[in-house]
């Protein structure tokens, strides 16, 4: 055969270009991938680690929280596997291990990388069952795991009224993480071994609410909705049932024990805009739904301050959000959670809900483990940008209420004095207050001590959260005037 | 018949094409395996000489949540914009020292700080200042009110203050303190009063 000239160039061309672009191909980072693992006795995750372009997992971790198990590494590359009293043999490199003296196919070969054995995770569905002496299910696709009979299975049902409603039943509680982007609610269940319904994608023949459908992905269940108006998620029945509806209606409707768990993005009235420019001011006061709005800061994605270990400042706002909710009510106070459960909520969102419900007094709950006793913050307004006719400008919109909300933080600052708590009275640039038009506070509490665990003990929050609602209660009036 | 030239051309090229590739190869497994320092400790400007002034700088500090006024002789340049960076970057010193009242993570730097007409100061810090910061509403107050009240006590005529993290705008500093907007200096000089009493 004879090569001619365009060949000759074609080649080295093609191989130039074959190294320009695995060099760019290949410099992108592998996303990180977990295997979420769902038992009666516990439901974890555990690191994917990538070789060959396979799936692979330490088979200890995956048995560690099931029971007791101890693993050595014996000469010649062979690892030994107790977990109870049931014994695995494997060899490093190997596609073939023994288990309870029989061989058991491991479809590719077994690693051993910095002393930890690692199988490949397609395995797993045949492996396990040697070990645990039950069945397990292995969704390979979306690394996710079910060991023994668990799962939570859901229905959906669309309520025919107008607007809609769209009630989730799930079978055990659940608390997903609920993001909102235009037309569509996601909700990501990361920790509940949530099952596919019969069919993935249900649709419901409604313009508002069409469909949702259900995927997994990553270690994750994800229920996505798909709506044409801003819609909003509300807990209820113990966090067995989710309704999706538009956010009027859950707005109109909502119960003391049932608030949102996520605001969507609407581009109401009471809504920000995306650049700062100014949001409009009711030019009558709406009927107020909620005297108080109680806020626990962060959620989702969100953690706060990670305050030990163990806790995170998310989870110990919504426990001082449910007892102030309590101690505000036993008052007389009807209050609104505006956070209940782990989801994503932005500070715009936030401000947008205490405005959209009048509310007559705003309160942002933090935790901190720097300092001592507890902080309370009324807005450090930014350099100001002028309000424009009836439209207030979003990041000034506190202006007019500010004098009521440092009447509110020293009511409450006196309160907590009252009761020996270190306390101090501060203006702050802390973000939704400057964009709240009613009076709006926050109440930061650290331990009194060095102990951050004292921030999750009853007693001392429900000390803190009596003393708040009993100062919230001594201004009512004041409080209750504000436009 | 191939030309020789041409055998001996290609032979080059394809060589040239495998070198490069098992070069790129290398590259990127070197890059995933070489662990990234997590900061880059290298000051960003090297230190200023000449004469020295006293100046006040506005200290947070931790054990009872105070900002205190504290004198400094430090070296400082004719040009105001520089002056207000070499008072940031003395006041830096103080957090980044072993027996620091408020400690900064390591690597946290002050970029540079711009004067703009009429009575803007924006201040950029690296990301290493804001990632590595402590997260919560006093200890983000306490660091964001010294670093503006220092700038604007020494700096006259300036009125609003704008901090960026690496030269873009930042919804909060570690979650609490808002960066969105533009800080009154009027309101800051009211806030360091009420931080100057401590707990």
């Known amino acids: 055969m004879r090569w001619t000239e365009p060949r000759l160039i074609a080649g080295p061309a093609v191989m130039l270009a074959c190294a320009i672009f695995s060099t760019i191909f290949l410099s992108g980072a592998p996303a990180e991938k977990h295997l979420a693992v769902y038992s009666v006795a516990a439901n974890y995750s555990v690191a994917i680690v990538q070789h060959d372009g396979r799936d692979y997992v330490g088979l200890l971790e995956v048995l560690e929280p099931l029971g007791t198990v101890s693993a050595r590494i014996e000469s010649g590359g062979r690892w030994r596997l107790r977990y109870n009293n049931i ?7 190997k596609s073939r291990a023994r288990v309870l003296g029989r061989d058991a196919d491991l479809g590719e070969k077994f690693l051993l990388h910095n002393d930890r054995g690692l199988v490949p995770v397609a395995a797993l569905g045949s492996l396990l069952p040697r070990f645990l002496g039950g069945p397990v299910t292995l ?20 309520a025919a009224q107008n607007p809609p409603r769209l009630v989730f039943n799930f079978s055990a509680p659940v608390n997903p993480t609920i993001a909102t982007e ?7 269940f990361t920790r509940e071994p949530l099952v596919a319904p019969a069919s993935p994608m249900l649709t419901f023949g409604n313009k508002t609410i069409s469909s949702a459908n259900y995927s997994e992905n990553n270690g994750a269940a994800i229920i996505t909705v798909n709506t044409s108006v801003a819609v909003l998620a509300s807990f209820s029945n113990n966090g067995k049932t989710i309704t999706i509806a538009p956010v009027a209606v859950v707005s109109a409707a909502n119960e003391p024990n049932t608030p949102p768990a996520s605001v969507a993005s609407n581009t109401a009235t009471t809504a920000p805009p995306a650049t700062p420019a100014p949001a409009p001011a009711p030019p009558v006061p709406a009927a107020r739904r909620y005297f108080a709005v109680v806020d626990a800061s962060h959620g989702g994605d969100d953690h706060g301050e990670t305050l030990s270990a163990t806790l995170l400042e998310k989870d110990v706002t919504v426990a001082l959000a449910r007892s102030l909710r309590q101690e505000l009510e036993s008052r007389g106070i009807t209050t609104l ?3 209940d459960s782990d989801a994503n909520v932005s500070l715009d969102q936030r401000a947008i809900f205490a405005n959209a419900d009048h509310a007559a007094i705003y309160i942002a709950l933090h935790a901190a483990s720097s300092g001592h006793g507890v902080r309370v913050y009324s807005a450090l307004l930014p350099y100001g940008e002028d309000d424009r006719g009836p439209f207030l400008s979003w990041t000034t919109a506190q202006r007019t209420s500010r004098p009521l909300s440092q009447t509110a933080a020293s009511a409450v600052a006196g309160e907590l004095q009252k009761r020996q708590i270190p306390v101090r009275a501060l203006a702050a640039p802390l973000r939704p207050l400057n964009n709240v038009i009613g009076p709006a506070i926050a109440v930061e509490i650290a331990p009194q001590g060095s102990d951050v665990s004292q921030l999750i003990a009853p007693d001392y929050q429900q000390l803190i959260t009596s003393a708040v609602a009993t100062a919230i209660a001594a201004t009512r009036d004041q409080l209750g005037a504000a436009p | 018949m191939i030309p020789r030239h041409l055998v001996i051309a290609t032979s080059v090229l394809l060589a040239a094409a495998l070198g490069l590739s098992i070069y790129a190869w290398h590259v990127r497994k070197t890059v995933v395996s070489k662990p990234q320092a997590t900061t880059d400790t290298r000051p960003l400007a090297p230190p200023v000489a000449g004469p020295t002034e006293q100046v ?20 400082m340049p004719s040009g105001r914009q520089q002056r207000a960076e070499e008072l940031l970057r003395a006041l830096l010193s103080i957090y980044l020292d072993k027996n620091s009242p408020h400690v900064l993570g390591t690597g946290a730097e002050v970029r540079s700080v711009f004067l703009v007409d009429p009575g803007v100061a924006v201040i950029d810090l690296n990301s290493a200042f804001a990632d590595e910061h402590r997260s919560g509403v006093l200890v983000e107050e306490l660091t964001v009110a010294s670093l503006i009240h220092t700038v604007s006590a020494n700096t006259p005529g300036v009125v609003k203050v704008k901090i960026l993290v690496d030269g873009k705008e930042r919804e909060t500093l570690a979650g609490h303190a808002d960066l969105s907007s533009f800080y009154d200096v009027t309101a800051m000089n009211q806030l360091a009063t009420q931080l100057q009493g401590g707990e």
């Open chain 1, 139 to 158: 969704h390979e696709a979306s690394a996710r795991l079910f060991i023994g009979s668990v799962g939570t299975h859901f229905t959906a049902s669309l």
């Open chain 1, 182 to 188: 235009t037309g569509s609610l996601r909700m990501t």
């Open chain 1, 337 to 339: 959670v505006l956070r």
């Open chain 2, 56 to 75: 006040t700088l506005y200290v947070a500090y931790d054990d009872d949540g105070s900002l205190r006024a504290t004198s400094a002789q430090i070296p």
């Open chain 1, 87 to 93: 014994e695995g043999n494997f060899q490093a490199g």
